[in-house]
């Protein structure tokens, strides 16, 4: 693999690393939010309400992190047209 080919793909790995973390850590605060606001309580009426408590609140926080993956996504390729395609596919 030729050496700009490689700081290009280690860039962009690393870049979006940070950028599923800093939507990870953002889904966190946005369900917590939610859920303290009162936009979004979970029943907990039953006791299998209690139960599902967790999966709930995972799902809602996938709901919350799937919705950063458009910008993720818009970020990596904007930043691989700028370095240029033909670097990525050069190796």
Not at 58 to 73: C, D, E, S, T
Not at 77 to 89: C, D
């Given at each position: 693999?030729?050496?700009?080919?490689?700081?290009?793909?280690?860039?962009?790995?690393?870049?979006?690393?940070?950028m599923?973390?800093?939507?990870a850590?953002?889904?966190?605060?946005?369900?917590?939010?939610?859920?303290?606001?009162?936009?979004?309580?979970?029943?907990?009426?039953?006791?299998?309400?209690?139960?599902?408590?967790?999966?709930?609140i995972?799902?809602?926080?996938?709901?919350?992190?799937?919705?950063g993956?458009?910008?993720?996504?818009?970020?990596?390729?904007?930043?691989?047209?700028?370095?240029?395609?033909?670097?990525?596919?050069?190796?």
């Amino acid at each position: 693999m030729k050496q700009e080919a490689l700081i290009a793909w280690t860039s962009l790995y690393i870049a979006v690393g940070i950028m599923a973390l800093m939507c990870a850590v953002l889904a966190v605060l946005v369900t917590a939010h939610d859920w303290r606001a009162g936009r979004w309580r979970p029943a907990l009426a039953t006791r299998l309400d209690k139960t599902l408590l967790l999966p709930k609140i995972w799902l809602r926080w996938q709901i919350n992190y799937l919705k950063g993956a458009p910008v993720i996504v818009a970020v990596a390729l904007y930043y691989a047209w700028s370095v240029g395609f033909s670097v990525f596919w050069d190796l």
